[in-house]
């Protein structure tokens, strides 16, 4: 079967550095997605990793590790326009992705 | 426009009967996506094209949900006997071919409500 579990709220304040942990079974994989999607509005890309390890786009790291079936999304010097649902998702070998429910990260001042 | 477009924006119906939600992809992106997502739900994935191939149909809920698309652009969702249960925003993104490490653009949603 499939799924992919993230914390469903986090808080952090506005500066700070927040960790928002993805862990997923899925059967194939091509690669693991991460989104941000403020309310009412539709997701937007923020990151690809399909290899292991880190990578790193501004404020915003990601980081993949294949055998533990675990990413994180790292978010640096947080701003309050952060505050937003941060959706994990991975892509199937046919393609397709599986979103997780996604964390609702509040950045308070 | 240069984004993945949706019509209708919202839409309203009652129980029983059928809707049809529209979706221009980007122009040039072969592979094109429907998810729904309920109140406080992840997306849900749908149906799923890629050029001529057959359609991945695997996450349609029922027999009652089904999408065409035609000539390898415009695609339309279609629900018949919509019921209660059917009221989510549904979602359609595009992309580049999926064997490459492309991304998901996505339009801006239709809002069913189902009364």
């Known amino acids: 079967g499939q799924n992919i579990d993230q914390p469903t709220e986090m808080t952090a304040t506005e500066g700070a550095i927040v960790q928002i942990n993805c862990t997923y079974q899925?059967?194939?994989?091509?690669?693991l997605f991460w989104y941000q999607q403020h309310a009412g509005e539709a997701p937007t890309f923020l990151s690809y990793?399909?290899?292991?390890g880190l990578e790193e786009k501004g404020r915003f790291s990601s980081f993949l590790s294949r055998s533990k079936g675990y990413s994180y999304l790292l978010l640096k010097e947080l701003q309050m326009k952060d505050s937003a649902s941060y959706l994990c998702?991975?892509?199937?070998?046919?393609?397709?992705?599986?979103f997780g429910k996604g964390t609702k990260l509040s950045v308070k001042p | 426009g240069a984004g993945v477009s949706q019509s209708p924006s919202n839409k309203v119906t009652e129980k029983g009967k059928d809707v049809e939600l529209r979706c221009d992809p980007i122009?040039?992106?072969?592979?094109l996506y429907w998810y729904r997502q309920s109140l406080g739900q992840g997306l849900e994935f749908l149906i799923y094209?890629?050029?001529?191939?057959?359609?991945?149909k695997s996450g349609l809920p029922s027999d009652r949900f089904s999408a065409e698309r035609t000539g390898g652009s415009v695609s339309t969702l279609t629900i018949q006997r919509t019921q209660q249960e059917d009221s989510a925003v549904y979602l359609c993104?595009?992309?580049?071919?999926?064997?490459?490490?492309?991304?998901?653009?996505f339009g801006p949603g239709t809002r069913l409500t189902v009364t």
């Open positions: 993104a595009s992309s580049r071919p999926s064997g490459l490490a492309s991304e998901q653009y």
């Open positions: 899925t059967s194939g994989f091509n690669g």
């Open positions: 990793n399909v290899l292991d």
């Open positions: 998702a991975v892509r199937r070998s046919q393609g397709n992705l599986i």
């Open positions: 122009s040039g992106h072969t592979a």
């Open positions: 094209f890629q050029g001529n191939s057959a359609p991945d």
